[in-house]
């Protein structure tokens, strides 16, 4: 889930942006649970996973890895991504927004960024919104990301409860 700020082109609609990504699930899985989504939220459906055509199901954005090719000029708007202040220099050309990390280390990545890295990568990213992910495990956590930059924040741990309730009120102001 990324919580954005109401400015950014991914946050057409309500605050919450849903990157939906299942390894495990089939492609029926994925896109019975991308239709039930779609027009609740800002939808982007990760292409590490299966493969489902993004906009027969709804999605606003398809979301890609750092590696993968650009996608076809007809497809739709897409995200990607980044782990290094090169890659965000590369994507921002083309991407509608960047998730950027891990900027801590996280369960899942033993090492991050840091965030002086992170900060670099929202300044060469321009006007393309970053969102920080990895690691912010914290109100305060989340506070730093979005003071050097950040539209928003990323995560799947850290995102329940009262902690998604004080994010949004941070990110609103």
């Known amino acids: 889930m990324i919580v954005s700020r109401g400015d950014t082109p991914v946050a057409a609609r309500p605050d919450v942006v849903v ?6 699930a089939s492609a ?3 896109a019975a649970r991308a239709r039930t989504l779609a027009g609740r939220c800002v939808l982007s459906i990760n292409r590490g996973g299966a493969e489902i055509d993004a906009r027969a199901v ?3 954005f398809i979301h890609l890895p750092e ?15 980044v782990h ?4 965000a220099r590369t994507a921002a050309e083309a991407a ?5 990390g891990p900027i801590w280390p996280s369960t899942d990545k033993p090492s991050g960024l840091g965030l002086a890295t992170f900060a670099r990568i ?20 989340a506070a730093e990301v979005l003071t050097v930059g950040a539209h928003g924040v990323a995560g799947i741990r850290a995102f329940s409860g009262a902690f998604v309730d004080e994010l949004v009120r941070l990110i609103a102001g």
């Open 19 to 24: 990157q939906l990504r299942d390894k495990d």
């Open 28 to 30: 029926e899985q994925l």
């Open 58 to 60: 709804g999605a606003d």
């Open 67 to 81: 590696s993968a090719p650009l996608p076809p000029a007809n497809t739709l708007p897409f995200g990607r991504s």
């Open 84 to 87: 290094s202040v090169e890659a």
């Open 96 to 100: 509608a927004y960047l998730v950027a």
């Open 122 to 141: 929202c300044t060469v990213a321009g006007v393309t919104p970053v969102f920080g992910i990895g690691g912010i495990t914290s109100i305060e956590r």
